[in-house]
Nanobody
Framework: QLQASGGGSVQTGGSLRLSCTTP????????MAWFRQDPGKERQFVAG??????FTNYADSVKGRFTISRDMNTVYLQMNMLKPEDTAAYYC????????????????WGQGTQVTVSS
């Protein structure tokens, strides 16, 4: 069971750090990713990371502003230079194999954590 936290409300240009933890030791075999979703819209890929090689991948809209990292059983999403269009519920996800931008590739999900960026 993944546990996401760290959401909140900030102004444009602000920063937030999301965390995703799991008590399961098998997380080391997972590919981990962050997705975000607005009400009534499909879940969108934000960033992903492999545990073994440390490879990362980002959506074009967040490149240069967001950084995904991992430490033991926790995955982080450092979000800088936030914009109003970053407002969404953010979800962490675990899967296997390579980093995928398709949410159907992931089988373990955390609860959403809300990020709100005001102008």
């Amino acid at each position: 069971q993944l546990q996401a936290s760290g959401g909140g409300s900030v102004q444009t240009g602000g920063s937030l750090r999301l965390s995703c933890t799991t008590p399961e030791r098998t997380v080391a075999a997972y590919v981990m990713a962050w997705f975000r979703q607005d009400p009534g819209k499909e879940r969108q890929f934000v960033a992903g990371i492999t545990w073994s090689g440390g490879f990362t991948n980002y959506a074009d809209s967040v490149k240069g502003r967001f950084t995904i990292s991992r430490d033991m059983n926790t995955v982080y999403l450092q979000m800088n230079m936030l914009k109003p269009e970053d407002t969404a519920a953010y979800y962490c996800a675990g899967g296997r194999g390579s980093i995928s931008k398709n949410p159907r590739s992931y089988f373990s999900w955390g609860q959403g954590t809300q990020v709100t960026v005001s102008s």
